[in-house]
């Protein structure tokens, strides 16, 4: 599977950047290296969600756009949580 990046604008960041794919670094990394703190017990879900995705897209039960739309999905997700702390 490509690795994919989805990107997503939010008011009190400039922009957030994930990577979801096999060969990505988790979550948690990606968004340290953006300034962005999370425990793991705060990101593990989504961690999990990002890997199922990753998961099924290779195992062909996923579509790449199906991928695509649930990889966004997630950003969105993920986007309400860190405006929601």
Same mark, same amino acid.
């Given at each position: 599977?490509?690795? !994919?990046?989805?990107?997503?604008?939010?008011?009190?960041?400039?922009? *957030? #950047?994930? #990577?979801? $794919?096999? *060969?990505?670094? +988790?979550? +948690? !990394?990606?968004? +340290?290296?953006?300034?962005?703190?999370?425990?793991?017990?705060?990101?593990?879900?989504?961690?999990?969600?990002?890997? $199922?995705?990753?998961? &099924?897209?290779?195992?062909? &039960? &996923?579509?790449? #756009?199906? #991928?695509?739309?649930?990889?966004? +999905? &997630?950003?969105?997700?993920?986007?309400?949580?860190?405006?929601?702390?």
């Amino acid at each position: 599977m490509a690795n !994919e990046k989805t990107q997503a604008v939010i008011p009190f960041m400039a922009n *957030l #950047s994930l #990577s979801f $794919g096999a *060969l990505v670094p +988790k979550l +948690k !990394e990606q968004l +340290k290296e953006q300034k962005i703190t999370v425990t793991e017990s705060e990101i593990a879900h989504f961690q999990k969600d990002a890997d $199922g995705i990753v998961r &099924l897209k290779i195992r062909g &039960l &996923l579509t790449d #756009s199906a #991928s695509r739309d649930a990889s966004r +999905k &997630l950003l969105k997700k993920i986007v309400q949580f860190l405006e929601g702390r």
